[in-house]
């Protein structure tokens, strides 16, 4: 299979791709539609001519990070080692997306941090914390900072530590300064920004595709993605999120049913920690303000047992 090679997906656009493999870029479209792949992914490439090539197979993932639009789910990124999540002074944030992204941090297994962007912009920062603070798990780091005036003593002090050797995911709603922390980062980049105002008023954000950039530490990767506008969790199950929080970790393996939901099984080792006092009040508070996100019916049961 002369003509097969391995690579990585560094781009992710509407119709195509473009996968890396050996110093250089290939052009890519999917053989069959249905199980697509995404950036980040280690593909196989049928290399048939110079701009049109085939991603006949998507190698096995160490970890995929979806969202769910419309009940559709979508993949956002595969093969990642850290998410930031990126809010804002200005415009205004929802911390109903924010609390959604780490649901599926904590489903998929991947470290998280948020940062705040626009600190420059002071009067509306106080309250941007605290937004933040009601929601945000204290294992969760906020970094606030200013992209648009970050000088390389801001990002040695206060990023490349989250960033150092690995692969991190940007994501947030259009217009936080995704792309503008990118060019702060990759100066080389050139990545598009605008005006938030201008793309609120027409519902398009500015970066159209997902691109992975290497940074100047070794091994270290930021991928920029189109503004998100709507991160819903409709994929995730209640027995899948329970895995990440660290305080339910300490009982799931007493609940007698290997699939328990921890809702309404008997000898479940979560329901009977809460009656017992065992998981500590905050953890039980922030659990609680996130599972009101999960519109589904099953969790109103474990809700009933973390009332206050
Ligand atoms: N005042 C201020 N403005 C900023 C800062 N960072 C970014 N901006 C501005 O915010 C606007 C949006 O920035 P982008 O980087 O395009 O935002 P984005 O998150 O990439 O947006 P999408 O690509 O649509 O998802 C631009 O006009 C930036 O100049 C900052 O730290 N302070
Ligand atoms: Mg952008
Ligand atoms: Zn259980």
């Not at 003509?3 to 890396?20: A, D, L, S, T």
């Not at 415009?91 to 997306?97: A, G, M, R």
């Not at 050797?165 to 990118?182: A, P």
Request: net charge positive; glycine share 4%; proline share 2%.
């Amino acid at each position: 299979m002369k003509n097969h090679i391995i690579g990585r997906v560094v781009e992710f656009h509407k119709q195509h791709y473009i996968v890396e493999s050996d110093n250089s870029l290939y052009k890519c479209y999917m053989k069959g539609k249905k199980n697509y792949a995404t950036i980040g992914d280690w593909v196989e490439v049928s290399k048939e001519s110079y701009d049109k090539n085939c991603i006949v197979n998507i190698l096995e993932r160490k970890n995929i990070f979806y969202r769910s639009e419309k009940n559709k789910i979508k993949k956002l990124a595969a093969n990642i080692d850290h998410v930031i999540i990126i809010a804002a002074t200005k415009p205004e944030f929802s911390t109903e997306t924010i609390a959604n992204i780490i649901l599926e941090s904590f489903r998929s297994k991947i470290d998280v941090t948020i940062i705040l962007n626009k600190d420059d912009l002071k009067e509306d920062l106080p309250r941007s914390i605290e937004k933040i603070n009601a929601i945000k798990p204290d294992e969760i780091n906020i970094i606030t900072l200013s992209a648009k005036y970050l000088n390389n003593q801001d990002i040695n002090n206060k990023l490349i530590h989250v960033l150092s050797n690995r692969t991190t995911l940007l994501v947030g709603q259009s217009g936080m300064g995704k792309s503008t922390i990118i060019n702060k980062l990759v100066p080389s980049a050139n990545a598009a920004t605008n005006e938030y105002s201008k793309h609120l008023g027409t519902g398009k954000h500015t970066t159209s595709y997902t691109k992975i950039y290497k940074l100047n530490i070794e091994n270290s990767f930021i991928i920029d993605s189109p503004g998100i506008q709507e991160f819903s969790i409709g994929h995730i199950k209640l027995n899948e999120i329970d895995k990440g929080f660290p305080e339910f970790k300490n009982f799931i393996h007493t609940c007698q049913f290997y699939n328990c939901t921890h809702c309404h099984e008997p000898f479940c080792g979560i329901i009977q920690a809460v009656k017992d006092n065992r998981i500590k009040k905050q953890d039980i508070l922030y659990i609680k303000k996130l599972l009101k996100n999960i519109k589904k019916t099953k969790t109103v049961i474990i809700l009933f047992f973390l009332k206050d």
